[in-house]
């Protein structure tokens, strides 16, 4: 089965709260016949939109292909947070790599948060920008780790955009009873991810990039040629921008960036009493969870409540009621609110949470396994991408050299073992 038409419909997007709130753009002409270009890109999330524009604006000849609709994967999908940082912390992160690795990394990541509200203000992108992420922690005991993790990026990393928030505060910014302290980070923030996606793909368009939907890559080869089923392209270089959806597409990175489903529900429109009092100044917040809750408030006052996960290929048949279970555990107060809509989408995770980048071959590179992290990220991997193939792979490498291990078990068992292993977590998580 593939994860690109496993629960979704061919050439649609998803029945989400986001595409009934994004202008969608003109479909794009499927590949066709023999194709040339500088460089073809699988993928058209934030990934391939990002490193198609910036290649586009260097001067080189770019080819796009995307199996379903631009920004039709995790891209249109996912909670909009745009945070600092990678998925794991700087303290766990110097476990990983040298000091000054992990040092360039969360550099980058400061980075990544730029290049996205750099491009919205570049292009003039309506997907309203909002400031602050709030780390919320579920347990009494996490919260002095989370106020010295704080004091740690002031201190070491010279970052004075995150503070600590003690239980007080905490049930003042966040209208639930389950939360205990954590931080609150204003250099992050959150916006409406499909059109952000979509304004980049416009950008790419009008930079002169080929765009191709409803070409679904079948095959690349080391050396740069790209198969659909209607058409064969030969490229001097090749991006693969694939993340969750990669499926058998390249062995390499598949042993390591592994698909796992997630979902959100988005509610009927809330008073503006109602929603301040749920989240009082429109910050995004993700808990200390494994099995993370992440939710926010949309810009017509719903909330967007991303909670639950599975690993098989379906979603499960009634998704609402799979987050409207974790949503109530956080804010009882909605349990006579309307659910308006409720989706899933497929993220790509790695056994440590970084994300993958690799060098494939000479000619082909691969930028995936963003963990939940991929608004900011994927975006700047898409940036370092095109510098790769300019030649400048300095902060590529930055990321390319942090070691991604092989998900145990191969392609047959490593989806029972890492169930196996959520069910753990998600166990500790209630404990």
Known sequence: ????????????????????????????????????????????????????????????????????????????????????????????????????????????SLESVSLVRNLIAKHDLDCGWSDGIIEADHRAKNVPHSHEYADKLRNEYDYDMIRPVGRDEMRSLVGSS????????????????????????????????????????????????????????????????????????????????????????????????????????????????????????SEDNRMLFGGGESYGYKFPKDIAKTVRKPMLQIFPQLKDTKIDYAWGGTVGITMNRM??????SDRVLSISGYSGHGVALATLAGKLAAQAVAGQSEKFDIFSTVPTPRFPGGPRLRTPLLVLAMLWYSMRDRL
């Open 178 to 297: 389950a939360y205990y302290g954590g931080t609150l980070d204003m250099g992050s923030g959150h916006i409406h991810p499909l059109r952000f996606a979509l304004g980049l793909a416009r950008a790419a368009h009008d930079a002169g990039v080929r765009i191709h939907e409803r070409s679904k890559v079948t095959s690349v080869t080391p050396d740069g040629k790209v198969g659909t089923d209607q058409a064969q392209i030969t490229a001097k270089h090749v991006i693969l921008g694939c993340n969750g959806y990669l499926g058998a597409l390249n062995g390499h990175v598949a042993q390591r960036v592994m698909p796992i489903n997630n979902f959100i529900a988005a509610t009927e429109p809330l008073s503006d009493a109602k929603a301040r009092n749920l989240i009082r100044d429109n910050h995004a917040v993700a808990d200390s969870k494994f099995v993370i809750n992440y939710f926010r408030l």
């Open 355 to 360: 994300p993958h980048f690799a060098r494939v």
């Open 1 to 108: 089965m593939d994860l690109l038409s496993a629960n979704d419909k061919a050439g649609q997007y998803p029945a989400s709260y986001y595409a009934a709130t994004a202008a969608p753009l003109d479909p794009f002409q499927t590949a066709k016949g023999a194709i040339s270009c500088d460089v073809c890109i699988v993928g058209g999330g934030y990934s391939g939109l990002s490193a198609a524009l910036h290649l586009a604006q260097a001067g080189y000849d770019v080819v796009l292909l995307e199996a379903q609709r631009v920004g039709f994967g995790a891209s249109g999908r996912n909670g909009g947070q745009v945070g600092t940082g990678q998925r794991i912390g700087q303290d766990d992160l110097e476990g990983l790599v040298d000091l000054a690795q992990a040092r360039a990394l969360w550099d980058l």
